[in-house]
T-cell receptor
Framework: ETGVTQSPTHLIKTRGQQVTLRCSSQ?????VSWYQQALGQGPQFIFQ???????GRGNFPPRFSGLQFPNYSSELNVNALELDDSALYLC?????????????FGPGTRLTVT | RKEVEQDPGPFNVPEGATVAFNCTYS??????FFWYRQDCRKEPKLLMS???SGNEDGRFTAQLNRASQYISLLIRDSKLSDSATYLC????????????FGKGTKLSVKP
């Protein structure tokens, strides 16, 4: 177990709705990255948060947004859900000052948009 | 050309077999390389980092060829528990700490 937790485990939403996913990073890790993994694909980078600020963003529209809190936990918000948003959403934590690429993944939230 | 490309698979091998996975990456400026393992409906887990000098961890050997922009993973004496999807991963240029994943190659080890 990595110590990274995510909630909820599964979620079913309707097209057009909004969703918030949550992630608690491994103890001591100050950086959280979010990835989207569609079925049969590798994870795709959405964005990263470091010290409560967005620290890099992948090729995702603005309706994907996030937050990081002082305790380093993080939220991913998706507005105006589309069918193609159905995927496994993974968060990964790391300690930027040690090795930013050594990322530990949580179990993911499986989102289904109908 | 995709940023990280892997053998499409799936690879179906008997226990005890040696299996090799290949991966190419498009950005010559990439500096960090990894193999992750992902079990069905689970999160990816770091299997090993890949260094220029090559590195070995038990039955697993990873190689990097920077000139060819090519990464490999060799698994010797395959076990049933090695069945999983293997993801080739490189760092994202211009975005420290973030990773680009290949689509993965599925391995099934049969008795």
């Amino acid at each position: 177990e990595t110590g990274v937790t995510q909630s909820p485990t599964h979620l079913i939403k309707t097209r057009g709705q909004q969703v918030t996913l949550r992630c608690s990073s491994q103890s001591g890790h100050n950086t959280v990255s979010w990835y989207q993994q569609a079925l049969g694909q590798g994870p795709q980078f959405i964005f990263q948060y470091y010290r409560e600020e967005e620290n890099g963003r992948g090729n995702f529209p603005p309706r994907f947004s996030g937050l990081q809190f002082p305790n380093y936990s993080s939220e991913l918000n998706v507005n105006a859900l589309e069918l193609d948003d159905s995927a496994l959403y993974l968060c990964a934590s790391s300690l930027e000052s040690v090795d930013p690429y050594e990322q530990y993944f949580g179990p993911g939230t499986r989102l289904t948009v109908t | 050309r995709k940023e990280v490309e892997q053998d499409p698979g799936p690879f179906n091998v008997p226990e005890g077999a040696t299996v090799a996975f290949n991966c190419t990456y498009s950005n010559s400026a990439s500096q960090s390389f990894f193999w992750y393992r992902q079990d069905c409906r689970k999160e990816p887990k770091l299997l090993m980092s890949v260094y220029s000098s090559g590195n070995e961890d038990g039955r697993f050997t990873a190689q990097l060829n920077r000139a060819s922009q090519y990464i490999s993973l060799l698994i010797r004496d395959s076990k049933l528990s090695d069945s999983a999807t293997y993801l080739c991963v490189v760092n994202m240029i211009g975005s420290q700490g973030n990773l680009i994943f290949g689509k993965g190659t599925k391995l099934s080890v049969k008795p």
